[in-house]
Every structure is written in structure tokens, then in C-alpha cells.
């Protein structure tokens, strides 16, 4: 079965500070990845994708996320983290059995950044 | 553009009562699709559409209804609500081919059934 992971449930940083909220991938065949924010009682908003192509993949907001195959990884990375960057993450795959257009959220991962 | 439109925000609803959740997008996007969010689960997949007139089920598909009969619209219908249902809902929308690939997400409606 295809899924992800978010093994933090939260991610606390001081501002300025990188951060790195984790997510972990199981696929069948080449996947489909993506990272979404969520701020308080608003919907989701996309920050970045992975088809394919360069393993460092940069989004919106000064985000990045970097695809390890070998890890089956695909955590998001931000050089110095501001405190608005405060909100709920998701990594989520893109189902790729044939036939199917279905997408897998993880469970998401609460960062706190402190001033 | 409008972009994805949930209606209502909030709702609450007696057991056994029945209810649409409303979602529209003017993106002329061919997915769409109901998620509902609950503590510590994510986002779980209840059903989706790639065009008008095709639906599909989704992680969590049982209570809930849906059908597709223009590109814009994708009603979520709860027929017999259950305190199990008490959770945030979203609808989305993306293309269904090609490169984008990114789903938009409506504001959320928040049930509570009692």
C-alpha cells in the first residue's frame, strides 16, 4: 500500500534558525510528491512538488524539500525560519496505481517557530 | 478567479439528519475532491472526480455521497449524520493531467453532529 509518513508530531525552532519537518515515502514505482501549509482555520495552500528531475526541489515562501530515493525521504528545509512560518504541514504522495487519482496526506507536523 | 468555494463554514446537525456540503471551483479544473480532517488523522480521502459525470471512492468513503453533473460543482451529501462525522471538511480541485498537478483547497466547513 502507498503512504506517508510525518514521524514528528512537532517541529519547535528559534527564529532565524533552519528547520527540517521530515516526511517518509512507500511507493510503487516513481512517486509523486508534494508539501502543503496549513494556517489556522484556512485551507490548505501548495508550497512544492516533486515529479522529477533535480533531487532539490525549491517553493514557495523560501522553502525547499529534498527527494532521497535511497531514503525514500522527502523533507522540507528552510534556511532560517521565521515565526509566520508557524503552521500545520503535510506531505502527501500522488497515488500512482494505475487508474487512480488519489492523493495520501500524512498526518501532519505542527511547527512552532519562537521568537 | 474565485477559486475553490465551500458552503456553509459551520453547520451543526442532530443525529440521523441530512445535509449537502457545497463545493464549487472556476478553474475549470476535471479533479475534485472531499477530504475530511480530523486530530491526529491528517487528511483522508472520502471520494473524487475526474470530469463530470465520474466519481470514484476514496480512503473513507462510507456515510457520505457525491456526484458530478457539471465541471464547476462537486456536492458532498451526508444522508444520515453520526457523531462519527463530526469533523472539518475540505473539497479540492487541480487538472487532472499534465505538469501542475497541485491541488486548490477550499476554506473547510466545519461540521459538528450531535
Redesign the interface.
Known amino acids: 500500500a502507498q503512504s506517508v509518513a510525518q514521524p514528528e508530531d512537532q517541529v519547535n525552532v528559534a527564529e532565524g534558525n533552519p528547520l527540517t519537518v521530515k516526511c517518509t515515502y512507500s511507493v510503487s514505482g516513481n512517486p509523486y510528491l508534494f508539501w502543503y501549509v496549513q494556517y489556522p482555520n484556512r485551507g490548505l495552500q501548495f508550497l512544492l512538488k516533486y515529479i522529477t528531475g533535480d533531487n532539490l526541489v525549491k517553493g514557495s515562501y523560501g522553502f525547499e524539500a529534498e527527494f532521497n530515493k535511497s531514503q525514500t525521504s522527502f523533507h522540507l528545509k528552510k534556511p532560517s525560519a521565521l515565526v509566520s512560518d508557524s503552521a500545520l504541514y503535510f506531505c502527501a504522495v500522488k497515488d500512482t496505481t494505475s487508474g487512480t487519482y488519489k492523493y495520501i496526506f500524512g498526518t501532519g507536523t505542527r511547527l512552532k517557530v519562537l521568537a | 478567479n474565485a477559486g475553490?468555494t465551500q458552503t456553509p463554514k459551520f453547520q451543526v446537525l442532530k443525529t440521523g439528519q441530512s445535509m449537502t456540503l457545497q463545493c464549487a471551483q472556476d478553474m475549470n479544473h476535471e479533479?475534485m475532491?472531499w477530504?475530511r480532517q480530523d486530530p491526529?488523522?491528517?487528511?483522508?480521502?472520502i471520494h473524487?472526480s475526474?470530469g463530470a459525470g465520474i466519481t470514484?471512492q476514496?480512503?473513507v468513503p462510507n456515510g457520505y455521497n457525491v456526484s458530478r453533473s457539471t465541471t464547476e460543482d462537486f456536492p458532498l451529501r451526508l444522508l444520515s449524520a453520526a457523531p462519527s462525522q463530526t469533523s472539518v471538511y475540505?473539497c479540492?480541485s487541480s487538472y487532472?493531467q499534465g505538469?501542475p498537478?497541485?491541488?486548490?483547497?477550499?476554506?473547510?466547513t466545519r461540521l459538528t453532529v450531535t
Open positions: 475553490v479533479y475532491s477530504y491526529g488523522m491528517g487528511l483522508r480521502l473524487y475526474v470514484d476514496g480512503e475540505f479540492a487532472s505538469s498537478l497541485k491541488q486548490y483547497f477550499g476554506p473547510g
